[in-house]
């Protein structure tokens, strides 16, 4: 998934920009796993509340359009 990808929510955003950035590139799963937590164990708790009430709030605009027939491709 791309990064504008609305399959993605904030903090999926947020962590692969981070890793992305990350040199060099990790080989192994292993330490693909203590990069991910290290850049979880470093993120404020400011950036999380923000992301889950962005993710709360478009979760609810998907949930309004479903409940009405409609498609949530269209709230893009």
């Not at 979880?40 to 962005?54: C, G, P, Y």
Request: net charge negative; glycine share 6%.
């Amino acid at each position: 998934m791309a990064l504008g990808s609305p399959g993605l929510n904030p903090l999926d955003c947020h962590m692969l920009e981070k890793y992305h950035k990350l040199q060099p590139i990790h080989k192994t799963t292993d330490e693909l796993k203590v990069a991910l937590q290290t850049i979880w164990e470093e993120m404020a708790q400011e950036h999380m509340n923000k992301a889950v009430a962005i993710f709360t709030k478009c979760l609810s605009a998907y949930v309004a359009v479903a409940a009405n027939g409609g498609h949530s491709e269209h709230l893009q």
